[in-house]
């Protein structure tokens, strides 16, 4: 009789994922339509048309379909659908590691527990391949990269800076150290950041934060707009004789989103400080 791995059988019953499947598995509703692999370490095969049983159609027909009177569907707790889908990923990863067969549940258990492990076994570098993992897959993760690890903070600033753990530290050189630090581990135009500096960086995440959860959203064409208008509408801006407001000027034109009509003012504008040798 016909065998089929779960992620074909899900396409001949028409799912888009193998998370029905798995979950009537591992509920021990496909027993007897399981076939042991066909390699050793292989995953699982789900014969489609057994003899003496209906075929596999009906039966997950017959599986899925509501039961209200039922009350093994209230007494389940309700875990998101999409764990069955990554559920079914970790199995099939592995696979070749003796065939491992995860639930929805395990899956999502996994995957509350691996963010704090690597931290704890790998540290920084290790999370940061992490992130970087899952931003290759269009994904970002919100929220502190790292668990606290007192002894293994220790030991990473021995070697990279000065360690004080509970030392408390005024306003001033509390962002004096901040500063530097987070320029340091950013590169790049952040390093030698300054206390300041990092203090308003700060400032300005937090409201920035605020501003998209109630609703304000990046228009870059606007704000360039906007940035050039406030510019240009300062009548030494716009003679060529504020110098300070060149650069700015300038990174504005480059990026080339201002409308024609402040485009217009812009071109006179550097005009004007090329004129006074300022270009």
Known sequence: MPTASFSEAAKVLGFKSRSTLYRLRDQGD???YLRPPASPGGAQLLELTPRNLPPLREAVARLIRPQANNPERHRRPRTDARWGVVAGRLTEALAGCGGLSLCDAEA??????????????????????????????????????RPFNEEKEREWWSEWGHWEPGEELEEGPFWENVGP???GMMGGIFWGMTGPTARELHHQLMESIGEVERGARWDPIRWDTESARSL????DVAAGESSNSLPELQRLNDRGLLPPDLQGRMDAALAAYAAKGET
């Open 30 to 32: 496909l027993a007897a």
């Open 108 to 145: 999502e258990a996994i995957a509350a527990a691996l963010v704090p492990a690597i931290g704890e076994a790998f540290g920084f570098d290790g999370l940061e391949l992490l992130r970087l993992a899952l931003v290759d897959q269009g994904c970002w993760l919100a929220g502190p990269g």
């Open 181 to 183: 630090i987070t320029g």
């Open 232 to 235: 240009l509408d300062d009548e």
